[in-house]
C-alpha cells in the first residue's frame, strides 16, 4: 500500500489531480515511475520531455503520511492534498495549491511565486528570493507567528511586520524565513 509520495519535477507544466487510480501522463512520458517500500517516486527527466505537459493523478481521499516534492524551472499546479507531513522545495518555479491539509508543512522557495491554501498545525515557511502567499484556514484560537526578515518583507493579514516578529498568541505555528523575498500570510 502507497503511504508516501516522493515527485522530482523539472522543466515543464505540471499537475497533480484526483482520480481513481495512481498513474502519470506525459506529453511525451520522460519520468521515472516506481513504487518501493510503501512510497510512490515519480522522477522527470529534464534532458528529455523539457517544457512538456504532465499530469500526475492520485486516488479520491487517498491520505499520505508523508509527500515531498522537488520542483525547479516550471509549473506546478496541486489539488487538495491530505497528509500528515508535507515538505515542498521549489526554485526558479511558480506553484499553486489548492489546500494542503497537514500537521506538518514545509516550503522551500527560491526565485519562486507561490500561492498555497494551507490547513497545516506547525508551518516552516523559507524564502529566499520571490514571492510567497499563503492563506491558512481561520481558527478562533488562532496562529503563534514567528519571523524574520532581511531585504524583504512579510505581512500578516496586509500589514507588513518588523523585522524580526514573534506573536505567541494561538495554539497553530507559523515559521518564517525571509531573505530577499517577500511572503503574504492570511491567517
Not at 106 to 132: E, Q, R, W
Not at 143 to 149: D, L, M, N, T
Request: aromatic letters at 8%; charged letters at 20%; proline letters at 2%.
Amino acid at each position: 500500500m502507497i503511504k508516501s509520495m516522493k515527485i522530482k519535477l523539472s522543466g515543464g507544466e505540471f499537475e497533480i489531480v484526483r482520480g481513481t487510480d495512481f498513474s502519470v501522463t506525459s506529453d511525451n512520458l520522460a519520468h521515472l515511475i516506481y513504487e518501493e517500500k510503501g512510497v510512490w517516486h515519480v522522477i522527470s527527466d529534464p534532458c528529455k520531455g523539457k517544457y512538456a505537459k504532465t499530469v500526475i493523478t492520485l486516488p479520491y481521499q487517498h491520505v499520505f503520511s508523508n509527500i515531498y516534492i522537488e520542483m525547479s524551472d516550471g509549473t506546478l499546479n496541486i489539488c487538495d492534498i491530505i497528509c500528515d507531513n508535507f515538505e515542498i522545495r521549489i526554485s526558479g518555479a511558480s506553484l499553486v495549491a489548492q489546500t494542503i491539509h497537514s500537521q506538518n508543512l514545509y516550503l522551500s522557495a527560491s526565485k519562486a511565486d507561490v500561492h498555497i491554501n494551507a490547513d497545516s498545525v506547525m508551518t516552516d515557511i523559507d524564502c529566499g528570493y520571490g514571492c510567497v502567499t499563503m492563506n491558512f484556514k481561520s481558527y478562533s484560537f488562532g496562529y503563534k507567528i514567528s519571523s524574520k526578515c532581511g531585504m524583504g518583507n512579510v505581512s500578516l493579514n496586509s500589514v507588513v511586520l518588523p523585522k524580526r516578529y514573534v506573536s505567541d498568541k494561538g495554539e497553530r505555528r507559523i515559521n518564517v524565513i525571509c531573505g530577499m523575498g517577500n511572503v503574504n500570510i492570511n491567517a
